[in-house]
Every structure is written in C-alpha cells, then in structure tokens.
Nanobody, 130 residues
Framework: QVQLVESGGGLVQPGGSMTLSCAAS????????IGWFRQPPDTEREGVSC????????YYADPVKGRFTISRDNAKNTLYLQMNNLTPEETAVYYC???????????????????????WGQGTQVTVSA
C-alpha cells in the first residue's frame, strides 16, 4: 500500500528557511515520479516542484526557482523540499504526491497542474509570518 507522510512544517519568519520531508512506504521513491504541491488559503492547489523517476528530471515552478531545492534519499525512501527566503504569500498546506506513470504530457505540465499524481500525503502546514 502506497503511503506518504509529510513532516517539517510549522511557523517560520519571512526570509527564513524550512525543510519538508515526505517519508514514503509501499514503493521506492526512486522508481516513481514524485513531487511537492501546495494549497494556500482560499486558493487552488499548485505544483511547486517535481522529480521524475529514474533519471530524476526536475521541475520547479517559476516563483520558487533559485530558492527551493527538491531532493530524495533512496536509502531512507524519503523526499525533501528545502525552502529558503520564504515569503508570507507561501503560507500554505504543502503536500507530497507520487505516481508510477504519468500521462502523455510534458513533465512540467503534469507537475504544475498536478495531473496524474494519484497518491497523496495528508499535508503539512507551513505558515510564514512575523
């Protein structure tokens, strides 16, 4: 049974940093397409960053490029999201999600629109506030 459990959220000041973790079970993170998504209050969910299976192609949404880093530890079967220079507008519930097979779309499109990601964690709240 595929299971994803996020952790590491909390309160951080503007300009601060935070690392989210997503512990996976029931599958190997290296063999699935996996990513981070977020849903700010009263806003639609959006793709933040995704990593492809195998060769690990990576996508970052434009607003987070240069500040966020996605990575995975195959030995720990865990996905990470390092977030730097956070802004209050990035307050959201952050989710990790995974899928073994993506639809026939560009990788960036499937991540940005979270198309095809069928397995989701419960989410972790990130609040950026002074």
């Amino acid at each position: 049974q595929v299971q994803l459990v996020e952790s590491g959220g909390g309160l951080v000041q503007p300009g601060g940093s935070m690392t989210l973790s997503c512990a996976a079970s029931g599958f190997a993170v290296g063999s699935y397409n996996i990513g981070w998504f977020r849903q700010p209050p009263d806003t639609e969910r959006e793709g933040v960053s995704c990593m492809g299976s195998g060769d690990g192609v990576i996508y970052y949404a434009d607003p987070v490029k240069g500040r966020f880093t996605i990575s995975r530890d195959n030995a720990k079967n865990t996905l990470y999201l390092q977030m730097n220079n956070l802004t209050p507008e990035e307050t959201a519930v952050y989710y990790c999600a995974a899928t073994q097979q993506l639809p026939a779309l560009p990788f960036s499109v499937s991540c940005a629109a979270f198309v095809g990601y069928g397995h989701w964690g419960q989410g972790t709240q990130v609040t950026v506030s002074a």
